[in-house]
């Protein structure tokens, strides 16, 4: 599980207070990148062997990409997404 703090979405993650929601990510997620442009949320599942999109309006899968095994980092180029 993921759980998304107030603020995420706007990269304000020193100032988020509470939570907003928990959403199910793939199993070990290790590392999250937010694009600011598309408020999209990607995060690399470790033992799932796959990254999670999350639309940051609604806090929903947006689908689960299937990946190398174990990714550890994810990153996103906010122009070409």
């Known amino acids: 599980m ?14 988020a207070q509470s939570v907003t929601a928990t959403v199910a990510a793939g199993t070990s997620p290790r590392a999250v990148a937010i694009n600011p442009v598309t408020n999209k949320i990607y ?3 470790r ?6 999109v999350i639309d940051g309006a609604t806090n929903t899968v947006v689908t689960t990409v299937a990946v190398g095994s174990t990714p550890f ?4 180029n906010p122009v070409t997404n």
């Open 47 to 52: 033992n799932s062997a796959n990254v999670t």
């Open 73 to 76: 980092a994810v990153a996103i």
């Open 43 to 45: 995060v690399a599942n």
């Open 2 to 15: 993921l759980t998304l703090l107030l603020g995420i979405a706007t990269l304000n993650l020193a100032y």
